[in-house]
């Protein structure tokens, strides 16, 4: 499978524990981004990302989340001491470097269903 | 402000109507480009269509048509002889240049077509 793969599927986790999503792009993707999306409502940009740098995370909360997309391995979107609000599924996309990344569809992932007990 | 707005939050139709899915877009940039993607019920993406900003034409795929308008800054989405399989829901989304591919999406319409 060439596309865009996240994992878990599916993660529960308790208030106050870590919760860790993993996102590898699709190949020949140098450009990762994270949204974000509550029930009902459409995807918020959290954070653009290429390797090793952060291009634009005006999106993401400035506590407890965090996200990183190394020189080797996935892309990983790490929140610290979850709350119920953090309940949302968390959707990876990837598209091809720049310029011709410009305007290209983003190819998505299947996202993660992030449950906070 | 880079904002896009689906009105419609959920439209039911019967199997072989005609729906129309409104799209209407805010940006500062003069250069952009407009998707359309489909959620279905198993909840991953579905990329549908891309149009630039330079390019009015319509564009029809199959039950599937376009109509971009600049002068209202709209693009709609029409499925034709809607079909059981379309229930889903559809997002529009805005790329401005400045927004270095950040995509801004609009909150959905959800499509239910019953047989």
């Known amino acids: 499978n060439a596309g865009v793969m996240q994992n878990p599927r599916h993660l529960v986790r308790r208030r106050g524990q870590e919760a860790r999503l993993r996102c590898s792009p699709m190949?020949?993707?140098?450009?990762v981004y994270w949204y974000r999306q509550l029930p009902e409502e459409g995807l918020k940009f959290m954070v653009y990302?290429?390797?090793?740098?952060?291009?634009?995370e005006s999106g993401m909360p400035k506590e407890r989340f965090s996200a990183e997309f190394p020189k080797e391995g996935p892309s990983i979107l790490r929140i610290q001491q979850v709350v119920r609000g953090d309940s949302a599924a968390y959707f990876c996309a990837s598209s091809p470097p720049f310029p011709g990344g410009w305007g290209q569809p983003q190819h998505f992932g299947d996202g993660t269903r992030l449950s906070i007990l | 402000a880079q904002k896009v707005t689906q009105a419609q939050t959920e439209i039911s139709v019967v199997e072989k109507e005609d729906v129309t899915l409104d799209c209407v877009y805010e940006t500062r940039d003069t250069t952009y480009y407009l998707f359309w993607y489909k959620q279905p019920p198993s909840g991953e993406l579905v990329f549908l269509i891309r149009?630039?900003?330079?390019?009015?034409q319509n564009e029809i795929s199959g039950r599937y048509s376009w109509n971009f308008q600049k002068s209202t800054s709209s693009f709609n989405f029409t499925i034709t002889a809607s079909q059981v399989v379309d229930s889903a829901v559809y997002f529009c989304a805005l790329s401005p240049l400045e927004g270095f591919n950040k995509f801004y999406f609009g909150s959905g319409t959800k499509l239910n077509v019953k047989p």
């Open positions: 990302l290429q390797k090793e740098n952060i291009i634009d």
């Open positions: 149009r630039n900003s330079f390019d009015e």
């Open positions: 190949k020949g993707h140098s450009h």
